[in-house]
Protein backbone atom coordinates (compact mmCIF):
# COMPACT_ATOMS: atom_id res chain seq x y z
CA UNK A 1 0.00 0.00 0.00
CA UNK A 2 1.45 3.68 -0.91
CA UNK A 3 0.91 6.66 1.50
CA UNK A 4 -1.32 7.99 -1.28
CA UNK A 5 -3.35 5.41 -2.56
CA UNK A 6 -6.78 6.32 -4.06
CA UNK A 7 -5.31 9.95 -4.28
CA UNK A 8 -4.67 12.71 -7.42
CA UNK A 9 -1.95 15.02 -7.32
CA UNK A 10 -1.05 17.73 -9.83
CA UNK A 11 2.53 18.33 -10.51
CA UNK A 12 2.46 21.80 -12.65
CA UNK A 13 5.27 21.84 -14.93
CA UNK A 14 6.07 17.82 -14.79
CA UNK A 15 7.03 17.06 -19.11
CA UNK A 16 10.91 17.04 -17.72
CA UNK A 17 12.96 17.64 -15.04
CA UNK A 18 12.09 18.06 -11.34
CA UNK A 19 8.48 17.88 -11.93
CA UNK A 20 8.61 14.66 -14.57
CA UNK A 21 10.96 13.06 -11.29
CA UNK A 22 8.35 13.95 -8.69
CA UNK A 23 4.91 12.92 -11.09
CA UNK A 24 6.73 9.77 -11.16
CA UNK A 25 7.72 9.29 -7.52
CA UNK A 26 4.10 10.18 -6.53
CA UNK A 27 2.63 7.58 -8.75
CA UNK A 28 4.91 4.82 -7.43
CA UNK A 29 3.16 5.71 -4.11
CA UNK A 30 -0.58 5.15 -5.83
CA UNK A 31 -1.14 8.92 -6.74
CA UNK A 32 -3.15 9.12 -9.66
CA UNK A 33 -1.11 12.22 -11.16
CA UNK A 34 -2.06 14.98 -13.54
CA UNK A 35 1.23 15.51 -16.02
CA UNK A 36 0.90 19.38 -16.47
CA UNK A 37 3.39 20.70 -19.65
CA UNK A 38 2.68 24.08 -22.10
CA UNK A 39 4.03 22.91 -25.73
CA UNK A 40 5.84 19.57 -25.46
CA UNK A 41 2.87 16.80 -25.19
CA UNK A 42 5.28 13.99 -26.61
CA UNK A 43 7.75 14.98 -23.28
CA UNK A 44 4.45 14.98 -21.34
CA UNK A 45 3.15 11.68 -22.58
CA UNK A 46 6.76 9.90 -22.52
CA UNK A 47 6.37 10.60 -18.69
CA UNK A 48 3.11 9.27 -18.83
CA UNK A 49 3.98 5.79 -20.46
CA UNK A 50 6.76 5.75 -18.29
CA UNK A 51 4.49 5.54 -14.82
CA UNK A 52 1.56 3.31 -16.69
CA UNK A 53 4.19 1.03 -17.55
CA UNK A 54 5.39 0.74 -13.96
CA UNK A 55 1.40 0.41 -13.31
CA UNK A 56 0.37 3.44 -12.17
CA UNK A 57 -2.26 6.08 -13.35
CA UNK A 58 -1.67 9.49 -15.00
CA UNK A 59 -2.50 11.64 -17.73
CA UNK A 60 -0.93 14.62 -19.72
CA UNK A 61 -2.70 17.57 -20.30
CA UNK A 62 -1.64 20.57 -22.03
CA UNK A 63 -2.24 23.86 -20.16
CA UNK A 64 -0.60 27.46 -20.19
CA UNK A 65 -0.54 28.29 -16.39
CA UNK A 66 -0.50 32.41 -17.10
CA UNK A 67 -3.93 32.09 -18.70
CA UNK A 68 -6.48 31.58 -16.19
CA UNK A 69 -8.20 29.12 -19.02
CA UNK A 70 -5.19 27.16 -18.39
CA UNK A 71 -5.64 27.27 -14.84
CA UNK A 72 -9.12 25.82 -14.54
CA UNK A 73 -8.57 23.52 -17.63
CA UNK A 74 -5.55 21.94 -15.34
CA UNK A 75 -7.71 21.79 -12.14
CA UNK A 76 -11.01 20.45 -13.47
CA UNK A 77 -8.51 17.54 -15.34
CA UNK A 78 -7.88 16.16 -11.67
CA UNK A 79 -11.57 15.96 -10.94
CA UNK A 80 -12.66 14.31 -14.73
CA UNK A 81 -10.01 11.66 -15.00
CA UNK A 82 -9.44 10.64 -11.75
CA UNK A 83 -12.36 12.26 -9.17
CA UNK A 84 -10.32 13.85 -6.41
CA UNK A 85 -7.33 16.44 -5.93
CA UNK A 86 -5.48 15.75 -3.05
CA UNK A 87 -1.73 17.17 -3.79
CA UNK A 88 -1.18 19.88 -5.78
CA UNK A 89 2.61 20.44 -6.44
CA UNK A 90 3.56 23.59 -7.62
CA UNK A 91 6.65 23.05 -9.54
CA UNK A 92 6.48 24.96 -12.92
CA UNK A 93 8.67 28.66 -13.08
CA UNK A 94 10.62 30.37 -15.35
CA UNK A 95 11.70 33.63 -16.81
CA UNK A 96 14.87 32.98 -17.65
CA UNK A 97 13.66 31.94 -21.58
CA UNK A 98 14.47 34.40 -24.57
CA UNK A 99 11.73 36.24 -26.79
CA UNK A 100 9.25 36.53 -23.82
CA UNK A 101 7.22 39.36 -22.53
CA UNK A 102 8.88 41.75 -20.42
CA UNK A 103 6.68 40.96 -16.80
CA UNK A 104 6.51 37.09 -17.84
CA UNK A 105 8.73 36.30 -14.85
CA UNK A 106 6.59 37.93 -12.19
CA UNK A 107 3.09 36.54 -14.69
CA UNK A 108 4.21 32.78 -14.07
CA UNK A 109 6.03 32.64 -10.73
CA UNK A 110 3.81 34.95 -8.80
CA UNK A 111 0.28 35.31 -10.25
CA UNK A 112 -0.09 31.94 -11.90
CA UNK A 113 1.39 30.18 -8.99
CA UNK A 114 -1.41 31.72 -6.78
CA UNK A 115 -4.68 31.63 -9.53
CA UNK A 116 -3.53 27.79 -9.86
CA UNK A 117 -4.11 27.66 -5.69
CA UNK A 118 -7.38 29.47 -6.15
CA UNK A 119 -8.39 27.26 -8.82
CA UNK A 120 -7.92 23.98 -7.29
CA UNK A 121 -8.52 24.86 -3.24
CA UNK A 122 -12.17 24.63 -3.85
CA UNK A 123 -11.59 21.01 -5.22
CA UNK A 124 -9.83 19.93 -2.52
CA UNK A 125 -10.86 18.17 0.30
CA UNK A 126 -9.63 18.33 4.46
CA UNK A 127 -6.36 17.22 4.69
CA UNK A 128 -5.16 18.29 1.33
CA UNK A 129 -1.53 19.50 0.70
CA UNK A 130 0.16 21.95 -1.46
CA UNK A 131 3.54 22.10 -2.26
CA UNK A 132 5.29 25.42 -3.81
CA UNK A 133 9.34 24.85 -5.19
CA UNK A 134 11.26 27.41 -5.53
CA UNK A 135 14.92 28.03 -4.76
CA UNK A 136 17.62 29.64 -2.13
CA UNK A 137 18.32 32.46 -4.45
CA UNK A 138 14.62 33.41 -4.47
CA UNK A 139 13.70 32.25 -0.89
CA UNK A 140 16.75 34.38 0.60
CA UNK A 141 16.74 36.98 -2.08
CA UNK A 142 16.03 39.72 0.37
CA UNK A 143 19.16 39.04 2.59
CA UNK A 144 21.23 36.85 0.31
CA UNK A 145 22.36 38.26 -3.11
CA UNK A 146 22.32 36.44 -6.36
CA UNK A 147 23.74 36.84 -9.57
CA UNK A 148 22.30 39.50 -11.73
CA UNK A 149 21.40 37.74 -14.31
CA UNK A 150 19.35 35.58 -11.99
CA UNK A 151 18.04 38.60 -9.50
CA UNK A 152 14.92 39.50 -11.57
CA UNK A 153 13.76 35.57 -11.87
CA UNK A 154 14.52 35.10 -7.85
CA UNK A 155 12.52 38.37 -6.94
CA UNK A 156 9.36 36.68 -9.05
CA UNK A 157 9.78 33.43 -7.35
CA UNK A 158 10.15 35.52 -3.92
CA UNK A 159 6.98 37.28 -4.63
CA UNK A 160 5.47 34.14 -5.49
CA UNK A 161 6.02 32.29 -2.05
CA UNK A 162 4.68 35.87 -0.05
CA UNK A 163 1.65 35.61 -2.10
CA UNK A 164 1.18 31.74 -1.68
CA UNK A 165 1.67 32.45 2.36
CA UNK A 166 -0.35 35.21 2.24
CA UNK A 167 -3.06 32.23 1.61
CA UNK A 168 -2.21 30.36 4.39
CA UNK A 169 -5.52 31.55 6.75
CA UNK A 170 -7.93 30.79 3.79
CA UNK A 171 -6.09 27.51 3.70
CA UNK A 172 -6.34 26.37 6.98
CA UNK A 173 -10.24 27.46 7.21
CA UNK A 174 -10.56 24.54 4.31
CA UNK A 175 -8.32 22.14 6.54
CA UNK A 176 -5.76 22.43 3.15
CA UNK A 177 -1.64 22.53 4.34
CA UNK A 178 0.98 24.32 2.36
CA UNK A 179 4.59 23.52 2.52
CA UNK A 180 8.04 25.14 0.77
CA UNK A 181 10.55 23.24 -0.45
CA UNK A 182 13.43 25.60 -1.31
CA UNK A 183 16.41 24.34 -2.81
CA UNK A 184 20.38 25.42 -3.89
CA UNK A 185 21.05 25.07 -7.53
CA UNK A 186 20.14 21.59 -9.00
CA UNK A 187 22.39 20.15 -11.22
CA UNK A 188 20.94 19.75 -14.91
CA UNK A 189 18.09 21.89 -14.49
CA UNK A 190 16.82 23.81 -17.47
CA UNK A 191 17.70 27.06 -15.20
CA UNK A 192 21.16 26.24 -14.10
CA UNK A 193 22.07 25.36 -17.59
CA UNK A 194 21.12 28.91 -18.93
CA UNK A 195 22.65 30.70 -15.70
CA UNK A 196 25.71 29.18 -16.88
CA UNK A 197 25.19 29.92 -20.42
CA UNK A 198 24.54 34.15 -19.58
CA UNK A 199 27.28 33.67 -16.70
CA UNK A 200 30.06 31.09 -17.79
CA UNK A 201 31.30 29.21 -14.71
CA UNK A 202 28.67 30.22 -12.34
CA UNK A 203 27.23 26.43 -11.89
CA UNK A 204 31.07 25.27 -11.10
CA UNK A 205 31.78 27.96 -8.43
CA UNK A 206 28.30 27.21 -6.86
CA UNK A 207 29.37 23.57 -6.41
CA UNK A 208 32.96 24.78 -5.06
CA UNK A 209 31.02 27.34 -2.45
CA UNK A 210 28.62 24.60 -1.59
CA UNK A 211 30.70 21.33 -1.71
CA UNK A 212 27.32 19.75 -3.16
CA UNK A 213 24.63 20.20 -5.50
CA UNK A 214 21.30 18.19 -5.98
CA UNK A 215 20.85 16.00 -8.56
CA UNK A 216 17.23 16.85 -9.97
CA UNK A 217 16.26 13.20 -8.98
CA UNK A 218 18.04 14.18 -5.06
CA UNK A 219 16.02 16.94 -5.35
CA UNK A 220 12.79 15.59 -6.32
CA UNK A 221 13.03 13.31 -4.17
CA UNK A 222 12.44 15.76 -1.17
CA UNK A 223 9.78 17.75 -2.61
CA UNK A 224 7.98 14.33 -3.38
CA UNK A 225 8.13 13.16 0.36
CA UNK A 226 6.64 16.59 1.51
CA UNK A 227 3.52 15.72 -0.12
CA UNK A 228 2.58 13.52 3.09
CA UNK A 229 5.27 14.86 5.24
CA UNK A 230 3.99 15.27 8.90
CA UNK A 231 4.48 18.83 9.30
CA UNK A 232 3.05 22.20 9.83
CA UNK A 233 1.29 24.32 7.55
CA UNK A 234 3.96 27.10 5.99
CA UNK A 235 6.74 24.67 6.70
CA UNK A 236 9.90 25.53 4.89
CA UNK A 237 12.04 22.14 3.87
CA UNK A 238 15.50 23.21 2.49
CA UNK A 239 17.85 21.06 0.29
CA UNK A 240 21.64 21.87 0.30
CA UNK A 241 22.92 25.10 0.37
CA UNK A 242 23.75 25.25 4.28
CA UNK A 243 25.87 27.94 3.98
CA UNK A 244 22.53 30.17 2.72
CA UNK A 245 21.86 29.83 6.83
CA UNK A 246 25.19 31.53 7.64
CA UNK A 247 24.69 34.04 5.86
CA UNK A 248 20.78 35.32 6.36
CA UNK A 249 18.15 35.65 9.10
CA UNK A 250 16.06 33.17 6.81
Known sequence: ???????????????????????????????????????????????????????????????????????????????????????????????????????????LNRDAQVNMLNAAAPLMKEGSRVVFVTSHQAHFINSVPTMPEYEPVARSKRAGEDALRELLPNLADKGISLVVVSGDMIEGTVTATLLDRSNPGAIEARRAEAGKLYSVEEFAAVVASMATADVESGHTEYAGGSDYFGKSAG
Do not use: C
Open 1 to 107: MGQLDNKTAIVTGSSRGIGAEVAKILAGEGAAVVVNYRQKAPRANKVVAGIEADGGRAVAVGADLTSIEGVQALASAAMENFGSLDVLVLNASGGMESGMEEDYALK
